[in-house]
């Protein structure tokens, strides 16, 4: 069953204008609860805007997000999402991170806005064009599924890919996000980022960002009563907010093909974003407006990140040393 739901969000859009506020209050939270890996860095997070989160992202936006490449023979197609936590490090789900259909994974994109354009330029604040950097394209040097995933319950649905080369901070094409590590976190503004689409209109040439709201496990399996659903190690599910699903519009409405990997983050600390999970899987193409997503939360795995991480330090540490 879950394999179905899987194969469902494989590739897993719209345009209102949802202006709202992050309301720091209901989620704020101390800071020892999230931070960054040990880079050594704590500039994770920052948002280059101050308010809104309007459903077409906007350039600099989501510096942290990294598009896969799947090469064939001499074809790379860029899909799905992942994150980067770590100059060496962009963690998404095995989903992603096992996928042959377009070919071998080979490159991660970082960097990326606007996927048909070379350089992503955007008007800001209706001041002059703005320029981003040219993209960073990395070889991968390896995959890291997590040990105890579980393709039939899809459980540690989480995998680390480490890049060749390392990325380039600069702060603001090109930054980590924050990890969530508070299990109990419980936060009612949720957003997902993803470039995504349905069939006819295809994946989103920039990464669309929607208002979503956790629900109970009950509610979840009420919402999919042909599957079922089996959420352990913290797994949740999230549906649409309600402000995207009260259109008529259909051209308008959101559909998560393409959205494996995805994002799911809150505002923290006035304005940082941080990670609370990744879009493990959903319901099957086209999907229900109502129908729920399944998440991996990231707390869990915190310490299994941080391992191979500072493991790896060591190792570079060693042979720099001999
Ligand atoms: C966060 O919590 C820790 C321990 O609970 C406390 O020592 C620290 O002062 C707090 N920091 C802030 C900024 O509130
Ligand atoms: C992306 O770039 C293409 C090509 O320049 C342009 O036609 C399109 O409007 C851009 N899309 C967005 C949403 O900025
Ligand atoms: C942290 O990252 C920023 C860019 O995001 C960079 O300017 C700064 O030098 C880094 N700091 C350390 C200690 O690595």
């Given at each position: 069953m879950v394999r179905t739901l899987t194969g469902a969000l494989l590739l897993i859009a719209a345009s209102f204008v949802a202006g709202c506020c992050a309301n720091s209050d209901q989620i704020g939270r101390n800071s020892s609860n999230s931070e960054t890996l040990p880079t050594g860095n704590e500039s994770c997070g920052h948002r280059y805007y101050e308010s809104d989160f309007p459903i077409d992202s906007r350039l600099y936006e989501h510096p942290w997000l990294a598009l896969f490449g799947y090469k064939q023979k001499d074809i790379v197609s860029y899909v799905f999402q992942g994150l980067?936590?770590?100059?060496k490090y962009v963690l998404t789900t095995v989903f992603v991170a096992q996928f042959r259909d377009l070919g071998q994974l080979t490159y991660v994109r970082i960097g990326e806005h606007n996927t048909s354009t070379v350089i992503d330029c955007e008007k800001q604040h209706s001041k002059e064009e703005t320029c981003a950097p040219v993209v960073q394209t990395i070889h991968i040097d390896e995959v890291i599924v997590h040990p105890d995933y579980n393709m039939f319950r899809q459980t540690n649905d989480v995998a680390l890919i480490k890049l060749r080369l390392p990325a380039t901070f600069d702060g603001i094409s090109v930054a980590p996000i924050c990890l969530n590590r508070d299990s109990d976190m419980q936060s009612s503004f949720l957003l997902l980022t993803s470039w995504c689409g349905r069939r006819e209109t295809g994946l989103s040439l920039i990464p669309k960002q929607y208002f979503m709201k956790a629900i109970t496990p009950f509610e979840c399996q009420r919402l999919m009563p042909h599957h079922t659903i089996s959420l352990a190690s913290e797994m949740f599910c999230i549906v649409f907010d309600e402000r995207h699903t009260q259109s008529n519009d259909v051209e308008q409405e959101p559909n998560?093909?393409?959205?494996?990997?995805?994002p799911i983050y809150t505002v923290h600390e006035g304005n940082r974003i941080l990670l609370i999970g990744l879009l493990s899987y959903g319901p099957r193409?086209?999907?229900?407006?109502?129908e729920p997503y399944i998440i991996t939360p990231v707390a869990p795995f915190y310490n299994w990140f941080s391992e191979i991480i500072e493991g790896d330090l060591e190792k570079s540490m060693y042979t720099t040393s001999t």
């Open positions: 980067l936590i770590h100059p998560l093909r393409g959205g494996s990997g995805a193409y086209p999907a229900k407006l109502h």
